[in-house]
C-alpha cells in the first residue's frame, strides 16, 4: 500500500520546512544563551572587583567604639558574604569553588559569638 508520489514529495517539502523553522528557532536561542552567558561573566568579574576592595575595607580594624560604626561594619560584611555565595551559585555548574565553606564556617563562629 504506496501513496501516490506527489503525497510523498508534499510530505519531504512540509518536514524541510519544518527543519528549517526548528534550526532558525534553535539559533535564535543559542544566540540567547551566548548573550547571557557573556552577562553573567562580566557580572562575575565585576562582583570579583567589588568582593576584592570590600575584603580590603573588612580586614581593617575598627577604632571606634559606637554601636551605629559596628554595624555599618558588619552590614559590610555580610555583603562581602553575600557577593561571594552569589558568585559561587551562578559558577556552581562549571565546577568553579571558592572560598566559601570556609567563610560559611567562619559566619556560623561569627553568629553564634553574637
Do not use: W
Not at 554595624?71 to 551559585?89: T, W
Request: aromatic fraction near 8%.
Amino acid at each position: 500500500m504506496f501513496l501516490p508520489e506527489p503525497i510523498y514529495i508534499a510530505i519531504i517539502v512540509l518536514l524541510l520546512f519544518l527543519l528549517i523553522y526548528v534550526a532558525k528557532k534553535l539559533y535564535t536561542f543559542s544566540i540567547i544563551i551566548l548573550n547571557i552567558e557573556e552577562s553573567i561573566e562580566e557580572s562575575l568579574d565585576l562582583l570579583n572587583h567589588h568582593y576584592g576592595k570590600m575584603n580590603e575595607v573588612v580586614q581593617k580594624p575598627v577604632f571606634f567604639d559606637s554601636i551605629e560604626i559596628r554595624q555599618v561594619v558588619n552590614d559590610i560584611k555580610q555583603c562581602h558574604f553575600a557577593i561571594l555565595k552569589i558568585a559561587n551559585k551562578l559558577t556552581s555548574d562549571t565546577g568553579m569553588r571558592s572560598e566559601i565553606k570556609e567563610k560559611d564556617s567562619q559566619d556560623k563562629e561569627l553568629d553564634t559569638k553574637q
